[in-house]
């Protein structure tokens, strides 16, 4: 349901203001996910009648264009290999391997973004203002890994730019993630889109709800009641239609993010 909330927003966000509805698969990490899980979302999207535009992006397809990214970063010099182990790193990176000469580093190593920025600040279209003292809480953090992987943070913001993003709905978990595809952007000279943060939604326990947290997968059985319970949690008026596209349209033409709970959580109702 924490999914659906989020694809029932962002779908519905795009389609009251005329805009187009992307599908991305993040799928960059092969060996921690699993094979079935974008098959499993594709068809509860279908099934719910999310029908996105355009082709499946698929993050496996598009090392070329990191990779892209990246050389034009080190060309900049605004990129740099680290070869520290991962346990002895603090979760704020003090800059240890800044100065140091290529040959002082040993393979494997990652790569870290040079920050030199020491905020970030934005308007999120739900939370309002943001501040983020990234250059004390985050420090140069890691684009590309020792195991040879593009950090998400890399990918998403070449992926964006790809697409065209102007618009991106997401839970609030991903706030954290902003500052830094805020920086990338800014040195590869993308623009920045806007963004609006969705609260999270909680299950009875408190955990945010998720395969891991074992919630239960929505139904497909019963997309229309999804679909209402999405937009109930999302602080939408909620069409009495029972078919699912009547009930999207309706929707979409209701949508008012004014209403969506100014809040990091919610708790399921
Ligand atoms: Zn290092």
């Known amino acids: 349901m924490g999914s659906m909330v989020t694809a029932v927003a962002s779908f519905l966000d795009a ?9 991305r698969i993040e799928d960059l990490d092969p060996p921690r996910e699993s094979k079935s899980a974008p098959a499993t979302i594709i068809e509860q999207l279908i099934a719910h009648d ?24 080190l060309s900049l010099d605004l990129t740099y290999p680290c070869d520290c182990a991962r346990k002895k ?5 003090q800059g240890t391997c800044r100065n140091k000469s290529a040959d002082e ?5 990652a790569f870290r973004l040079r920050l030199d920025t020491p905020e970030v600040s934005l308007v999120d279209g739900i939370l309002g203002p943001q501040l983020w003292k990234i250059g004390s809480e985050v420090g140069d953090f890691i684009i590309k890994r020792k195991d040879g992987l593009f950090a998400y943070q890399l990918a998403v913001v070449v992926d964006d730019a790809f697409q065209h993003v102007t618009h991106i709905v997401r839970g609030a978990d991903l706030l954290d ?4 595809q805020v920086c990338l952007m800014e040195r590869l000279h993308l623009s920045v889109p806007h963004y609006m943060h969705l609260p999270v ?13 074992n919630a239960a997968p929505v139904s497909n059985q019963d997309a229309a009641g999804n679909l209402k319970q999405a937009l109930t949690i999302l602080g939408q008026s909620v069409p009495k239609a029972r078919d699912t596209i ?8 209701n949508w008012d993010p004014n209403r969506i709970p100014k809040k990091h959580t919610v708790s399921l109702p």
């Open 89 to 93: 790193t603090p979760a704020v990176y």
């Open 105 to 109: 580093i040993q393979s494997p190593h």
């Open 201 to 213: 939604v909680l299950g009875v326990s408190g955990d945010k709800l998720s395969k891991q947290t």
């Open 246 to 253: 009547t009930l999207l349209e309706e929707a979409a033409a």
């Open 50 to 73: 999310l029908r996105w535009d355009g082709d499946i992006l698929y993050q496996s397809s598009r090392n070329d264009a990191y990779a892209g990214a990246l050389n034009k970063l």
């Open 177 to 180: 993630s902003t500052p830094r």
């Open 15 to 23: 389609r009251n203001n005329g805009g187009n509805w992307l599908l």
